[in-house]
């Protein structure tokens, strides 16, 4: 079965930075599009960032230049680390792995921007 453990999550202050790892079991990883999105209560899932089998990455406009996706296929890990966060970064935070006709998805990490 098919597991993305994430983890990193937690409380950070405003202006802060977080580090946010996914680890992919029993999969292929390397030729999947991994991403990261994040869902707040009474919201939509949204995307957060993706990046390809080749590196090709992705940001929500309102990640760019605060948030970096990388992934590391030598060790089935997906990170995104993120800067300047804000009051409105707050929310569950979830790692996907994705490829024509599979689509699977982590547990969620909880992130909260609180002062």
């Known amino acids: 079965q098919v597991q993305l453990v994430e983890s990193g999550g937690g409380l950070v202050q405003p202006g802060g930075s977080l580090r946010l790892s996914c680890a992919a079991s029993?999969?292929?990883?390397?030729?999947?599009?991994m991403g990261w999105y994040r869902q707040v209560p009474g919201k939509q899932r949204e995307l957060v960032a993706t990046?390809?089998?080749?590196?090709?990455?992705n940001y929500a406009d309102s990640v760019k230049g605060r948030f970096t996706i990388s992934r590391d296929n030598t060790k089935n890990v997906v990170s995104l680390q993120m800067n300047s966060l804000k009051f409105e970064d707050t929310a569950v935070y979830y790692c996907s792995a994705q490829r024509i006709g599979l689509d699977y998805w982590g547990q969620g990490t909880q992130v909260t921007v609180s002062s």
């Open positions: 990046i390809t089998r080749v590196g090709n990455t």
């Open positions: 029993r999969i292929t990883f390397s030729t999947y599009t």
